[in-house]
């Protein structure tokens, strides 16, 4: 934890979320409470089970995020972090340096009181005031492109699958426009870097003239392994439900573009090739950095 370990050791710490970034928090303090026992971790969430939260386990795709919440299921198991869900909070009270929580849990009255801290880890929106003179459109609801709202809102994808979408999903009214990586998915938390690759290879090749390519999107998402179905709290493998077991593994293989050595139009063609494999690995460059500074009004960032 660093400079912040004083901050939090031996505290009555809150965290809200169940998220990634919530489960994280409870890792780091959870390591800190081995060290400092005097520690107090509360969880909160709305979910009716705290075993919704816990994601995949071994039937994610990707094992890095499927072990965040098998760790999250051991700290509750062990009694290192105390769960309260579903605990809808509604006010917050501050007296002197000491901060309780107020809401309803079940329809009842419910409270956590005499807490130090309280880390909100209850995601993000984008922020699109400087987009201000351009003419652009974000789902009400969902704030991704309105085109990828249906495609990607957690509340619909229990299994947290999206299908390929590109260029033509990402159009915006200005023209060649484009709003990419994760800001396109607005507060939606399942953006993954292999989805803006695909994402920037398609509108390239869009902008490059080349729409078959575009068209042609080729991605397979890892699955999640975990669905809006009764389980118990230990995760266990449901070959029923609407994930499988087994895993898939994630190809992104960029569309090549025909070289028409013959005709009339071979000379354009050949230009338009160049021109695509220039954007593309210009863009594949910036990408992971997620800098907003790209030609032909693509935008690129968090």
Request: proline residues 5%; contains cysteine.
């Amino acid at each position: 934890m660093g400079s912040a370990k004083e901050r939090y050791a031996g505290k009555n710490i809150v965290v809200v979320g169940s998220g990634h970034s919530a489960i994280q928090s409870l890792t780091l303090l959870n390591e800190l409470k081995l060290e400092i026992p005097e520690t107090t971790i509360h969880w909160v969430l709305r979910k009716q089970k705290v075993s919704d939260a816990f994601g995949g386990g071994e039937n994610d795709g990707l094992p890095a995020r499927g072990a965040l919440g098998t760790r999250a299921n051991q700290y509750v198991q062990q009694g290192n972090v105390l769960v309260h869900t579903p605990f809808l909070i509604d006010q917050l009270k501050k007296e002197s340096d000491i901060l309780s929580l107020h809401g309803t849990k079940l329809d009842k009255p419910y409270s956590i009181d005499k807490i130090d801290e309280v880390i909100v880890a209850t995601g993000a929106r984008p922020d699109f005031s400087f987009l201000s003179e351009l003419r652009y459109a974000a789902d009400t609801a969902v704030e991704s492109v309105p085109q990828l709202a249906d495609l990607i809102d957690p509340n619909i994808h229990s299994c947290g699958t999206v299908r390929p979408h590109g260029e033509a999903e990402l159009r915006q009214p200005e023209k060649d426009f484009y709003i990419v990586g994760s800001k396109s998915y607005g507060r939606a938390p399942t953006f993954l870097l292999a989805t803006g690759y695909e994402q920037v290879r398609s509108v390239v090749a869009g902008l490059a003239g080349d729409f078959k390519a575009a068209r042609e999107v080729q991605l397979h998402l890892p699955e999640t392994g975990a669905c809006s179905v009764s389980r118990p709290t230990e995760i266990s493998d449901n070959s029923n439900s609407c994930c499988t077991s087994a895993l898939k593994k994630m190809h992104i293989r960029p569309i090549s573009v025909t070289n028409i050595n013959s005709g009339c139009c071979s000379s354009n063609q050949r230009g338009k090739q160049s021109l695509f494999h220039d954007l593309l690995a210009s863009f594949y460059s910036v990408l992971p950095c997620l800098v907003p500074k790209t030609p032909y009004k693509l935008f690129l960032a968090a």
